[in-house]
């Protein structure tokens, strides 16, 4: 199984990224996909979820409105998820993970098994 995250990088204050999450080797069965960040010195924290063949969705209450995860096999997406991020803020500079879960319903880091490398998303003020 492997977990590969992409679009991170630099943005204003303001501004929007879309971040992507291929995944290999998990194409059956239904499963919790989610884009964690983490800050220096602190534990990873659930931005978003969303369950890989139903597509419900989870999200953060600090990111509802402004962040919206899509893709897997219920979004016709195939084997990617995207979390696309508006109104970016400084604050949310941070490492952002995708990870997958052997379960569809689990937020903390411990439940998930399958974790990328991460993805640096930098906001300046």
């Known amino acids: 199984v492997q977990l590969r995250e992409s679009g991170g990088g630099l943005v204003e204050t303001g501004g929007s990224l879309r971040l992507s999450c291929t995944v290999s080797?998990?194409?059956?069965?239904?499963?919790?996909l989610g884009w964690f960040r983490q800050f220096p010195g602190k534990e990873r924290e659930l931005v978003a979820g969303?369950?890989?063949?139903?597509?419900?969705?989870?999200?953060?209450e600090d990111v509802k409105g402004r962040f919206t995860i899509s893709g897997g096999s219920a979004g016709s997406a195939g084997n990617t998820v995207y979390l696309e991020m508006n109104r970016l803020k400084p604050e949310e500079t941070a490492v952002y993970y995708c990870?997958?879960?052997?379960?569809?319903?689990?937020?903390?880091?411990?439940?998930?098994?399958?974790w990328g490398q991460g993805t640096q998303v930098t906001v300046s003020s």
């Open positions: 990870a997958a879960a052997l379960t569809t319903d689990g937020s903390a880091p411990r439940q998930y098994n399958y």
């Open positions: 080797g998990l194409s059956h069965g239904n499963f919790l």
């Open positions: 969303i369950t890989w063949n139903s597509g419900e969705q989870y999200y953060a």
